[in-house]
């Protein structure tokens, strides 16, 4: 699902696509945007995010904690 974007006027959020497909009483909550990414970058992120996603669902990926402890166990080899 894309995130939805809302954006304030006169005090109120208005989305800025209205239709939506979520069941009627949906909770949402929402962030502020505070960053400096322009949408350019924005969208670089978020694809970059997205093929993360489907690399892990894939299975193609490498657990942090095994590779670090792996690094750690090549720094001791060399170290002897």
Not at 12 to 25: A, K, M, R
Not at 40 to 53: N, S
């Amino acid at each position: 699902m894309q995130p939805l974007k809302a954006r304030v006027r006169n005090g109120q959020l208005v989305l800025d696509d209205p239709s939506t497909d979520l069941p009627e009483g949906s909770e949402v909550e929402l962030i502020l945007v505070d960053d400096e990414f322009d949408p350019e970058e924005r969208a670089r992120l978020l694809q970059a995010i997205e093929e993360g996603e489907e690399d892990i669902a894939r299975g193609d990926y490498v657990d942090g904690f095994e590779l670090v402890a792996q690094l750690r166990a090549k720094r001791e080899a060399a170290s002897r």
